[in-house]
């Protein structure tokens, strides 16, 4: 059975199987391009069927490129270790790739999990443990690419996380779609979220650099959809796919070198837009995904804003056509909400990343650390960045100060912005939860 970019569904090839027996279909692969899919349908009458070793196959090109795969982690021993023995698990996963790297930049090490120990061994001389200090994504994902590359320059790396659920299955998937490409082509896993697991994150994602925004839904791609309801039947382009699992071909190793030192966010991003700018196009591959951490369960205001804010001026910096008045604009907007809602620790952190990127590259020198450690000592300075327990968390009296309901959106938000910057700023402020 195929679709159409709307969902329209046809029979392409049938068949009828009495007893036992083995059944091949096939199915040209001409009315696609747009968008659409194709799978397969069972209807057992008059008794129960069984079915067992399903396989998609096409004519396979004239040699098989290689796949290895780089795993970054730091301190999440048990999750990195799982990661390990889900790909260990799948035979023709251990048949497939030509080496495993398991970058630990940690304390907390992965090799003295007994489960990683006890998988090791299934990986013969393909699993590679290698230590380094903390030197983020950015440092752990370019050792990683760099250890493959130096061993072989044709080989492609898959890039993954420590902390997602695995399913095996897509490191065929990614690596049998780059095997067909016409040209070399990153090949990218969908996210799908950890707590929800039948919800996709984003099917393609974008980058808007003239507003430094990340993370952006492609047009007509499916976002924190249900997969059980709906499916992803339009051909969407990428213009990067995040490094929770992403194919990276030899060839733009070899043309583009290895990622930035910016330690945390926006590597991946730099990397998909230095990428594109080559020729180099990404896909985000449906059907081919990994479980995440959900990303609406994580703290907007912590230390990682930092690196957000610093490596997205870098990388527009680089990239785009970014104007100081724009900037100067957006980021005008954002400090002011964040004092009026005060939140003084997420300004002082906004303001430190832009200062950095102001300074220069030499921040970059020491490849990360430094600044981790100073931003967490800054922010250790504005009490409501501090983190509570929900049942110890320090709060008023509800006898004293009552709760007030929020006056929803209002219908002029800047007019209500200035508003309440100028009752803050003479003491007309009401206190208490809202």
């Known amino acids: 059975v195929a679709s159409d970019i709307a969902g329209h569904r046809r029979i392409v090839s049938s068949a009828v199987v009495r007893g036992s027996d083995t059944v091949a279909l096939t199915a040209p692969l001409d009315k696609f391009v747009d968008g659409g899919a194709l799978w397969l349908e069972f209807d057992a009458i008059g008794g129960t069927v069984d079915i067992s070793d399903v396989e998609w196959t096409v004519e396979g090109p004239s040699t098989v490129r290689p796949v290895a795969i780089a795993i970054c982690t730091f301190n999440r021993a048990d999750d990195c270790a799982n990661t390990v023995a ?80 695995c399913e095996p299955e897509t490191v065929l998937r990614l690596s049998a779609f780059a095997n067909v490409t016409v040209e070399p082509t990153l090949v990218g896993a969908q996210m799908m979220y950890l707590l929800n697991p039948d919800y996709l994150n984003v099917g393609a994602e974008e980058v808007h650099l003239d507003r430094l925004a990340h993370g952006q839904k492609v047009e007509k791609a499916l976002s924190n959809t249900s997969m059980l309801k709906k499916n992803q039947e339009r051909r969407v382009d990428a213009g990067y796919n995040a490094w929770w699992t992403c194919l990276i071909p030899a060839e733009v190793v070899k043309e583009i070198g290895l990622p930035i030192p910016i330690f945390f966010q926006w590597d991946d991003v730099e990397y998909g837009v230095r990428a594109r ?56 907007r954002q400090i002011s909400e964040y004092l009026v809602a005060m939140q003084y620790g997420l300004a002082a952190t906004t303001l430190r990343g832009i200062e950095d990127f102001l300074s220069g590259p030499d921040v970059l020198r020491d490849g990360g650390i430094e600044a981790m450690a100073a931003i967490r000592r800054e922010r250790g300075e504005y009490p409501e960045t501090v983190a509570h327990p929900a049942a110890t968390a320090p709060v008023r009296d509800a006898d004293v100060t009552p709760r007030r309901a929020t006056g929803g959106e209002p219908s002029r938000p800047l007019l209500v912005l200035f508003k309440r910057a100028v009752n803050q700023w003479f003491g007309r402020i009401q206190g208490g939860p809202v």
């Open 86 to 165: 889900a790909l260990a698990s799948d035979d023709r996963v251990l048949e497939t790739l030509d080496g495993v790297y398991v970058v630990d930049q940690g304390t907390d090490l992965v090799e003295s999990r007994d489960v990683y120990q006890e998988v090791a061994p299934r990986f013969g001389d393909k699993l590679h443990y290698v230590r380094q200090p903390n030197l983020g994504g950015a440092g752990g994902f370019t050792r990683g690419l760099y250890e493959v590359s130096s061993t072989s320059e044709h080989t492609d790396v898959i890039l993954m996380d420590d902390d997602i659920l």
């Open 277 to 332: 700018n080559a020729g180099f196009v990404t896909v985000t591959l449906p059907n081919a995904a990994v479980w995440h951490a959900d990303f609406y369960w994580k703290d907007f205001d912590d230390w990682a804003r930092y690196f957000s804010t610093r490596n997205s001026l870098i990388v527009g910096a680089l990239h785009g056509d970014v104007t100081t008045k724009s900037i100067r604009r957006q980021f005008l």
